[in-house]
């Protein structure tokens, strides 16, 4: 492994402007992501307590294909269900026991639905698929994909316990003024309290832009359809959130300690009169949007498009070998470090090949605004020493609990 060092990243306050964005807990992007890391985790628990270890499985191609709905004000009619699909290549038999994925799926799915949006009856206009390529092939061993004992599972996965891709995971210092602040106006706008007074849902989205001290802020709020009978209700619980946010928005940028001016603050602004957002569920799955895995928010909770990014996409990839998800994580782990340790901030890429061992990648890049020498190295060494025991990690985290935990990253 080679870790080389330059000097040119900049932290996002430093820069003449920023601009982040936040897809709420709701969105089916976001909605995508909890359902395959949820069932991953769900299943590598149940393979381990049964067996003792965690097969060769990938999830991270979970797509929600929204209903088809007629909404209203005061309510809406769904013609054609939301249809969830696992695909992915799953060990699906281990020994003579059949391992229940769709049992799982559909456990995961409700769970992962029900909590999230708050409302059961959603429930009742679902409908669930799995297409499993799980099959063999040449550059592993039979046994990796069709064990036929826990311990062949063993064996195997001791052989295997390298990088499983070839990629390029990347991860940054600190968020932003602009990334925290879209990052907390979610969290305010999708607690259940809040949602509980004003009749809105959870699929919102915030994108903050900041020029020099000017914040612009854009945020879309879904409101249930049943608790707005008229356009007049709407604009009015639409005002008062607005009014709300205006109080709180002050109190954070305050908080923050940053040289800021005050914020604008817009709210759905696609509203023209009698025409509102408004989301069966409290979330446009309802009403004919989708979700795939990928499309959400960064590892970190937040979409930065002016800080580096892999492609990869972490939600649902086995925790035990998949690079994409582990990198990402060790990735903002190490720049997280730098920052803690020596106050330098850095943009940090790790780069793998296919094949190499899990805990010493091809290189490691770091970007940093001040120099970070031999300490520096040291840090990005002892983190990426983890990486064969990182899932530990991910198997103890709750993908909810996770995605709500990053508003205090």
Same mark, same amino acid.
């Given at each position: 492994?080679?870790?080389?060092?330059?000097?040119?990243?900049?932290?996002?306050?430093?820069?003449?402007?920023?601009?982040?964005?936040?897809?709420?807990?709701?969105?089916? /992007?976001?909605?995508?992501?909890?359902?395959?890391?949820?069932?991953?985790?769900? @299943?590598?628990?149940?393979?381990?307590?049964?067996?003792?270890?965690?097969?060769?499985?990938?999830?991270?191609?979970?797509?929600?294909?929204?209903?088809?709905?007629?909404?209203?004000?005061?309510?809406? /009619?769904?013609?054609?269900?939301?249809?969830?699909?696992?695909?992915?290549?799953?060990?699906?038999?281990?020994?003579?026991?059949?391992?229940?994925?769709?049992?799982?799926?559909?456990?995961?799915?409700?769970?992962?639905?029900?909590?999230?949006?708050?409302?059961?009856?959603?429930?009742?206009?679902?409908?669930?698929?799995?297409?499993?390529?799980?099959?063999?092939?040449?550059?592993?061993?039979?046994?990796?994909?069709?064990?036929?004992?826990?311990?062949?599972?063993?064996?195997?996965?001791?052989?295997?316990?390298?990088?499983?891709?070839?990629?390029?995971?990347?991860?940054?210092?600190?968020?932003?003024?602009?990334?925290?602040?879209?990052?907390?106006?979610? =969290?305010?706008?999708?607690?259940?309290?809040?949602?509980?007074?004003?009749?809105?849902?959870?699929?919102?989205?915030?994108?903050?832009?900041?020029?020099?001290?000017?914040? /612009?802020?854009?945020?879309?709020?879904?409101?249930?359809?049943?608790?707005?009978?008229?356009?007049?209700?709407?604009?009015?619980?639409?005002?008062?959130?607005?009014?709300?946010?205006?109080?709180?928005?002050?109190?954070?940028?305050?908080?923050?300690?940053?040289?800021?001016?005050?914020?604008?603050?817009?709210?759905?602004?696609?509203?023209?009169?009698?025409?509102?957002?408004?989301?069966?569920?409290?979330?446009?799955?309802?009403?004919?949007?989708?979700?795939?895995?990928?499309?959400?928010?960064?590892?970190?909770?937040?979409?930065?498009?002016?800080?580096?990014?892999?492609?990869?996409?972490?939600?649902?990839?086995?925790?035990?070998?998949?690079?994409?998800?582990? @990198?990402?994580?060790?990735?903002?782990?190490?720049?997280?470090?730098?920052?803690?340790?020596?106050?330098? @901030?850095?943009?940090?890429?790790?780069?793998?090949?296919?094949?190499?061992?899990?805990?010493?990648?091809?290189?490691?890049?770091?970007?940093? /605004?001040?120099?970070?020498?031999?300490?520096?190295?040291?840090?990005?060494?002892?983190?990426?020493?983890?990486?064969?025991?990182?899932?530990?990690?991910?198997?103890?985290?709750?993908?909810?609990?996770?995605?709500?935990?990053?508003? =205090?990253?």
């Amino acid at each position: 492994m080679r870790v080389l060092t330059s000097l040119g990243a900049v932290h996002p306050d430093q820069m003449p402007f920023d601009v982040a964005e936040r897809k709420g807990i709701g969105h089916p /992007d976001s909605l995508a992501d909890l359902v395959a890391d949820s069932f991953s985790r769900r @299943y590598a628990h149940l393979c381990r307590e049964q067996f003792g270890v965690v097969p060769n499985h990938w999830v991270d191609k979970v797509n929600l294909v929204g209903a088809a709905a007629d909404v209203r004000f005061g309510g809406y /009619d769904i013609r054609k269900p939301i249809d969830g699909y696992l695909f992915g290549k799953l060990t699906e038999h281990l020994g003579g026991t059949r391992l229940p994925l769709a049992d799982l799926f559909g456990e995961v799915t409700r769970s992962v639905l029900v909590e999230v949006l708050g409302d059961e009856t959603v429930l009742d206009h679902l409908r669930l698929h799995i297409n499993n390529t799980a099959g063999t092939a040449v550059d592993h061993d039979e046994q990796f994909y069709q064990p036929r004992t826990a311990a062949a599972v063993r064996e195997v996965l001791a052989d295997e316990s390298v990088a499983n891709d070839t990629v390029l995971c990347a991860g940054s210092g600190p968020r932003g003024a602009a990334a925290e602040t879209a990052v907390w106006l979610e =969290s305010l706008l999708t607690r259940r309290d809040f949602r509980s007074r004003f009749g809105t849902g959870t699929d919102v989205k915030v994108m903050v832009v900041r020029s020099g001290a000017e914040l /612009d802020v854009t945020a879309a709020v879904p409101f249930l359809p049943g608790a707005v009978s008229t356009w007049t209700q709407y604009r009015d619980r639409l005002d008062a959130v607005q009014d709300e946010l205006g109080n709180e928005v002050k109190q954070f940028l305050d908080s923050l300690s940053l040289p800021l001016g005050e914020a604008r603050l817009h709210l759905n602004t696609k509203d023209i009169p009698g025409r509102g957002y408004l989301a069966p569920f409290g979330t446009s799955l309802g009403k004919g949007d989708c979700g795939a895995v990928g499309r959400g928010n960064r590892y970190n909770g937040v979409i930065e498009p002016l800080r580096p990014a892999s492609g990869e996409a972490p939600a649902g990839k086995n925790p035990v070998h998949h690079v994409g998800k582990i @990198y990402t994580a060790i990735a903002g782990d190490i720049a997280g470090r730098l920052f803690a340790q020596l106050g330098v @901030y850095a943009d940090v890429v790790v780069a793998a090949r296919n094949g190499g061992r899990l805990d010493e990648p091809a290189y490691v890049l770091l970007r940093s /605004d001040l120099p970070v020498g031999a300490a520096g190295e040291a840090i990005a060494r002892e983190a990426l020493g983890t990486a064969p025991s990182y899932h530990e990690r991910f198997l103890g985290e709750d993908p909810i609990a996770r995605f709500r935990d990053r508003a =205090s990253s």
